[in-house]
């Protein structure tokens, strides 16, 4: 059997036999050669010294081990209240010190892990961030230094190369205001304005405001308008963003004379709004990653050279603090489906425009 091994208690018990075994050996030679010494004293004077020899090991060293597990655990637990240290005996202390290193242990594996994930974050997110940046500002810098060298002359060139030069800041306008975007709705993600709207209303609106862009490829979007009004519990300008975003995607992403057709489903207290186009569709080893921020399928880069890489990263913050979820699925080549859910409102009559349930 290895010391190691072995509970304190029983460690201690050991030394303290050992003593009594030492001091009855000493009480003999002692009985034996010096002075004849009662049978009674011969037998109990090394018992009882053992017994005591024991409880006082015992006791001293549970307070030594409570005094300086004491010290160790407010060295270690520094952002806590630091419990007293107490067990009813030595091995139960020990227990308890086993399994808080194992929890620590455990703790702290869980923290590193995480502050490498969030390191690793930081660096991709800079490097794609320099990535989305470098184009438009090398962009205006080469207009602008082709207009000063005499550019700027040459009637056939320079308004051309003026209106590129402010389309390349107009990109990096949109890449920053999103960024700020996702910055303010990390920092108060909760700030959300909750209200009951007409979400059948909304999609309308945003079809309405994104028809221009669908001219180009002749792209159809669809929306069954025989939809009865449904009322959902949400903040409205944000839910028209993450409406905006989709669509615009679909457009973006879809194929000339295409369509982009929205529908509604209704469960229980939740609406499923599902926005599906029959574009360029997705690989399904992107499909993991597809709402992190800049995010690109890698063909799509130079389609949609005018987004931020940001925009489904704005819309998964959006649904996740409204609690709600988001999913895609999604075929190359034969279209991608959107899907996010939202809460119905508890009212389903007519409402003000700020939200109040007007009967
Ligand atoms: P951006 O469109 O500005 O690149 P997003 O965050 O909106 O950034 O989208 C991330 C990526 O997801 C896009 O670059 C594109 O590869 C892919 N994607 C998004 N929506 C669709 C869609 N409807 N069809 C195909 N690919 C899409």
Known sequence: MKVKNLRPSLLILIGSFIYLVISAIAILIFHFYVMTINILVIIF?????????????????????????????????????????????????????????????????????????????????????????????????????????????????????????????????????????????????????????EITDLIKEIFDSLEIQTKTKNITLRFKRDYSPIQVFADRIKISQVLTNLVYNAIVYGNENGYVDISLTQIDDIVTIEVTDNGIGIEEVNLPRLFERFYRVEKSRNRNEGGSGLGLAIVKHIIESHKQTIKVRSTPGVGSTFSFSLKKSPHNGPVSSRGIPLK
């Open 45 to 197: 004077a090394p018992l009882i010294s053992g017994i005591i020899v024991f409880i006082l090991f015992y006791s001293l060293l549970k307070i030594f081990i409570q005094k300086r597990l004491h010290l160790i655990y407010k060295s270690i637990q520094t952002n806590q209240d630091l419990k007293p240290i107490k067990g009813k005996t030595i091995d139960l202390l020990i227990n308890r010190v086993e399994n808080d290193v194992q929890e620590w242990k455990l703790n702290k594996n869980k923290e590193i892990s995480k502050l490498k994930e969030q390191e690793e974050f930081r660096r991709e997110f800079l490097g794609n961030l320099a990535h989305e940046l470098k184009t438009p500002v090398f962009a205006v810098q080469g207009y602008v230094l082709t207009l000063i060298e005499g550019g700027i002359e040459d009637q056939k060139v320079n308004h051309q190369f003026l209106n590129r030069a402010a389309l390349a800041t107009d990109r990096i306008v949109n890449i920053l205001e999103d960024l700020d975007q996702i910055n303010k709705l990390e920092v108060d993600s909760l700030n959300i304005e909750l209200r009951s709207f």
